[in-house]
């Protein structure tokens, strides 16, 4: 799954969307259309700078609002434009969506600490991780075939797609998606390629350390 690798030295930045109200409540998204507050605006716009230092040649993000406008911020400052995918949208994750962590503990106790275990779950009957990485690595990986030698692209996406996307790119079983911690909002992963697929460069960098705040925490 980590498709052919030439030695072209081509990156891929995986970056998280800005705060929205609902991180800040610790309730579950999942693929509902929640959007940023002013606080999230404004992390997108600081870090959107940061990342134009990469010199980015591309730019794929989900078509969800809260990605939308963080992935908008980045476009202002580079000229690129975005090409947005539902494939790079958040986990569909059910009854758990709307809920707060306290409310999926108390309701779907057993589901939650199988999830933590590392075992394949359907969270509030939804998908399971390898199932949104079927459908988020190979968007990711289509875009990154079009990129020059040495390019770079930028992803923006939700925590839990950025996380099992990584997994998946990096050859590694999903019960050990886990062991990749959350993203801070609008931090991000950079992984490059090497002799022998994509390697994990970078993982949640892009500030000070932040409390990571959202579904996949």
């Given at each position: 799954m980590n498709g052919t690798m030439s030695?072209?030295?081509r990156r891929i930045v995986l970056w998280r969307h800005g705060?929205?109200?609902?991180?800040i409540e610790r309730r579950f998204q999942g693929s509902l259309d929640v959007e940023l507050t002013d606080t999230g605006v404004a992390q997108a716009h600081r870090a959107a700078r940061l990342l134009a230092g990469?010199?980015?040649?591309?730019i794929i993000a989900?078509?969800?609002k809260r990605v939308m406008a963080t992935a908008a911020e980045l476009s202002a400052v580079t000229g690129l434009t975005v090409d947005h995918h539902a494939g790079l949208r958040e986990t569909y994750a059910g009854e758990w969506q709307g809920l707060t962590h306290e409310e999926i503990i108390e309701r779907f106790g057993e589901q939650y600490a199988a999830w933590k275990r590392g075992e394949p779950v359907r969270r509030g009957g939804g998908e399971l991780e390898s199932e949104v990485a079927d459908r988020a690595a190979p968007v990711v990986l289509e875009a990154a075939e079009k990129l020059p030698d040495g390019g770079t692209l930028v992803v923006v996406?939700?925590?839990g797609t950025i996380r099992t996307t990584i997994g998946?790119?990096?050859g590694l079983e999903p019960h050990t998606w886990e062991a990749l911690?959350?993203?801070s909002n609008c931090c991000w992963s950079v992984l490059g390629e090497g002799a022998r697929g994509w390697r994990l460069?970078?993982?949640?960098?892009?500030?000070?350390?932040?409390p990571v705040l959202g579904d996949d925490d």
């Open positions: 030695g072209r030295g705060q929205t109200a609902w991180n990469l010199r980015p040649d591309a989900s078509d969800l996406s939700h925590g998946r790119l990096l911690g959350g993203l460069l970078e993982h949640n960098a892009g500030s000070l350390p932040e």
